[in-house]
């Protein structure tokens, strides 16, 4: 379905502002006139490419493809004085070039004066470089090249006409203008192509299977013609409908789907009585061509707890199975309306004549950045954790940000100032989910195999190290995946966690359910089991995730200290101590196990069973309780809780100032070192400070232990192969305390990295080659010297020796279970 052209003169209007289109005229000095954009762009465009191997984040790694930039394509004005006087005697591309200039925060007066009096000022303008496999267009650039030093770019420029124009049908490096408010004629029209071109035309783009109708939709016309209403169950199974993702903010509540409003929405609302985002969202589901919209508050019933639990795990189904999801990116509430103000444009955009042997036409010059969309992910949607899944589940999506409306699908990100840019393998990419060129049966059944083999010989390596046969090297389903089949999806899941736990919940209890549509879609893919945040297949891997802790005062950037933490803890109970999401927090770093694939495992634990009760009979929700039983060397420490900061100074500022000791007691425990780098590690890192705030509880005769998740030990594969003998190591502990009076029940209350010392070396040579368990004992005066010598920070002498204890003096694994 293709729409009809905008016209020009409305096309000007909105793209100038108020620029007047009707006198707006093409005025060019002697040496603007002589610039050539056509053939700069097609010059741009011939370059000969070359490729890079690049690391991709959930690849294994990938080839892109660049062209060069033509930076000094084309000699204009021969300083900055020059340029100036040529702004002022009216030519409306140096006044652009000038001005652009002249507002940069980078710009330097003296800097501009030196130069110009050395006679070094040439402007030059060009092209950039630009990446061919990620779709990317050059932008024009303008620079200065003095003798002896780097270049510099003054200003970049994007070309644009159009959207139906002749420049634009010429070269694809033309853009698209970019209204002066979202909810004109242009968006609206461009939004309209985007979907019905993604339709029709991307064979790659979801959904890739059917998803059942979801129970409540609102009807919302083809005309505005009728009172948008309620249905339930009524509309056919095939419909199709668009989903909405957006902030309720404050003032909602009345304008719910409650047992007293249920009859009111299904008779229907007048359109001009609802509030302004949902009132906006239902006239763009009508612009769209589509009857039928879903929109959280009026299709859960919000007074029934059932209804909710019901419909929140069927969130997959309604934002996979949408047409199309309204995103409203720059609303705060519900109030506020989808089309938030647009920043003005500080520079008019100047006019170009833009030649062809055939004909001439003209095209525009804007800077740059009014092309650049806002991706900064701190806009109000963006800050909620229900919002995530919404984006993440939609096979296409529709956002209105603050500077430009944008389209996002398999295929990639269109900006309405007509740039396509190619998804990054990021956590917000479309390409995993809905992909249907990889989901389509064939690939779909092979892949599934590939998965379930994969997986098969993870479960058996677990059973052989569950009868102490452990493998040799750190293996995962992820690491396997990324080897056979390119695609390491646990990486992906990583990435969604890490930014999902950044973001705030009205409840605490949402932390899992808000979550569930997007685990749904992740199994489906894998076939892997869902455990609390975390799959069954990475589970070793993944337990030894560490969360930031949360400032009192969000103005700050960084903790220093328990006195600016907060550690409110949960209102109820949200899940097990091991997974991430049974405490509250900031970003979780879900790889942090310090462990490489290629050194060869000395320790690891076994798994033995993973229990998890649902509050309401559904794994991806809300759970009641948990635990892990997992087999493996457990180390007691001493009474962490006595040493801990608070309990020995009233307050975190005059315990920083307390001398710290490096006495290490044998007495206290059977592995000092250990215990005492735990208790440093407890007082002096904020995050370990944070989680422990947040786990313990204690009770009388409490025991604390550290429990060995992996250690490695030896010269990787890498060094191998470059003749390198040194050993390298590292050690994951999970930080336990027992609950209660029960024999073998722990909570987690922290996470320890002990790495293996190489530097000691410098005081004892064969240890940079002979693994630790064949170490002569090391006497006090190695000690000495090794602090004197090697290190300074107490605690590094610590980690040296709690890695011997670990490494060297291993007790026999045992059982336990992990509340």
């Known amino acids: 379905m293709k729409m009809p052209p905008i016209p020009l003169i409305e096309v000007q209007k909105s793209t100038l502002g108020a620029c007047d289109a009707h006198t707006a005229s093409i005025n060019l000095c002697d040496v603007c006139q002589k610039l050539d954009i056509q053939e700069l762009l097609a010059q741009s465009e011939a370059q000969p490419s070359t490729r890079e191997e690049t690391v991709l984040t959930g690849l294994l790694y990938d080839f892109l493809e660049y062209k060069p930039g033509l930076p000094n394509f084309f000699q204009h004005q021969s300083s900055l004085g020059a340029l100036k006087a040529s702004a002022n005697t009216g030519c409306t591309f140096c006044r652009l070039i000038f001005k652009s200039w002249s507002t940069s925060a980078e710009r330097s007066e003296t800097v501009d004066k030196a130069i110009d009096d050395a006679r070094q000022g040439q402007l030059f303008i060009g092209t950039s470089s630009h990446n061919v496999s ?18 510099r770019t003054l200003c970049t420029f994007d070309v644009f006409s159009e959207r139906h124009s002749v420049a634009r049908k010429i070269s694809k490096f033309v853009g698209t203008p970019v209204a002066p408010h979202s909810d004109s004629e242009l968006c609206r029209v461009t939004g309209m192509e985007w979907f019905q071109e993604c339709l029709h035309n991307h064979p790659e783009c979801g959904p890739a299977r059917s998803f059942r109708r979801p129970t409540r939709l609102i009807n919302v016309g083809r005309k505005r013609n009728i009172d948008p209403h309620i249905e339930v169950d009524e509309a056919p199974s095939t419909i199709s409908w668009a989903a909405l993702s957006y902030c309720w903010g404050p003032g909602i ?8 409003t249920f009859e009111d929405f299904r008779a229907g609302i007048a359109l001009e009585k609802w509030p302004a985002t949902l009132r906006d969202a239902i006239r763009i589901t009508q612009n769209l061509g589509l009857q039928y919209l879903w929109i959280d508050a009026l299709c859960i019933l919000q007074d029934s707890a059932t209804d909710w639990r019901v419909e929140a795990a069927r969130m997959q189904d309604v934002y996979s199975g949408a047409a199309v999801t309204i995103i409203a990116s720059e609303s705060p509430s519900t109030a506020a309306g989808i089309y938030a103000p647009r920043p003005p444009f500080t520079c008019e955009p100047c006019q170009l004549p833009f030649r062809d042997s055939g004909e001439q036409s003209t095209v525009w010059l804007r800077p740059s950045f009014c092309n650049a969309v806002d991706m900064s992910y701190t806009n109000p949607l963006q800050r909620r954790i229900w919002t995530l899944q919404e984006s993440l589940l939609a096979p296409r999506s529709l956002s209105f940000r603050k500077d430009q409306v944008m389209w996002e699908c398999s295929r990639g990100r269109f900006t309405e100032g007509g740039h396509m840019v190619m998804m990054d393998h990021l956590f917000d990419s479309k390409d995993f989910f809905h992909n249907k060129i990889w989901k389509n049966r064939a690939n779909a059944v092979y892949r599934g195999l590939q998965f379930g083999l994969l997986k098969q010989v993870c479960a058996l390596e677990t059973q052989k190290s569950r009868i102490g046969w452990l493998p040799k090297y750190m293996t995962s389903s992820g690491y396997n995946m990324e080897n056979s089949l390119n695609l390491n999806p646990y990486s992906r899941w990583h990435e969604i966690i890490f930014e999902y736990s950044r973001r705030n919940y009205a409840k605490d209890t949402d932390i899992l359910p808000a979550l569930g549509g997007v685990a749904r879609a992740f199994a489906d893919i894998t076939k892997d089991k869902y455990c609390a945040g975390m799959w069954e ?27 600016n933490m907060d550690f409110t803890r949960p209102t109820a109970y949200r899940a097990p ?18 462990i490489s694939d290629d050194i060869p495992i000395k320790n690891i634990a076994t798994p033995v069973k993973i229990y998890l009760e649902p509050l309401a009979e559904d794994l991806y929700g809300q759970l009641k309780s948990g635990y892990l039983t997992i087999k493996g060397s457990l180390f007691p420490l001493g009474d962490l809780s006595v040493e801990y ?9 005059t315990y920083k100032s307390l001398p710290k000791s490096n006495k290490v007691d044998s007495e206290t425990c059977k592995y000092p070192a250990l215990h005492a780098f735990t208790v440093q ?4 890192r904020s995050n370990a400070t944070f ?41 994951n502990l999970l930080l336990l305390e027992s609950i209660d009076s029960k024999d073998g029940e722990y909570r987690r209350i922290g996470v320890a990295v002990v790495r293996r010392p190489g530097e000691l070396s410098v005081i004892v040579p064969e240890t940079r080659v002979t693994e630790t368990n064949k170490w002569k004992d090391l006497g006090d005066e190695h000690w000495k010297r090794f602090e004197n010598e090697v290190c300074m920070p107490i605690i590094d002498a610590l980690e040296a020796k709690a890695w011997i204890e670990v490494a060297k003096h291993s007790p026999k694994r045992t059982t336990i279970r992990i509340m």
Not at 645 to 653: K, T
Not at 701 to 718: H, K, P
């Open 134 to 151: 990620k779709a990317e267009m050059p932008i024009i650039i303008v620079t200065q090249r003095p003798d002896g030093q780097s270049s």
């Open 253 to 260: 509540a009345k304008f719910t789907l409650r047992s007293d």
């Open 537 to 563: 297949s990475e589970l070793l891997q993944s337990l030894c995730w560490w969360r930031q802790g949360v400032l009192l005062d969000k103005s700050k950037k960084r903790l220093y200290g328990p006195s």
């Open 577 to 594: 101590s091991w997974s991430w999401a049974g405490i509250n927090g900031g970003r979780v770093t879900m790889s942090n196990i310090a």
């Open 645 to 653: 900061w608070r309990n020995i100074s009233p307050s975190w500022e």
């Open 681 to 684: 590690l407890l007082n002096g």
């Open 691 to 731: 989680e422990f705030e947040q786990q313990h509880t204690s009770h009388p005769n409490q025991r604390f232990a550290a429990f060995l998740i992996a250690l490695t030990e030896g010269v990787s594969e890498e060094d191998k192969n470059e003749g390198i003998e040194s050993m390298t190591g590292a050690a």
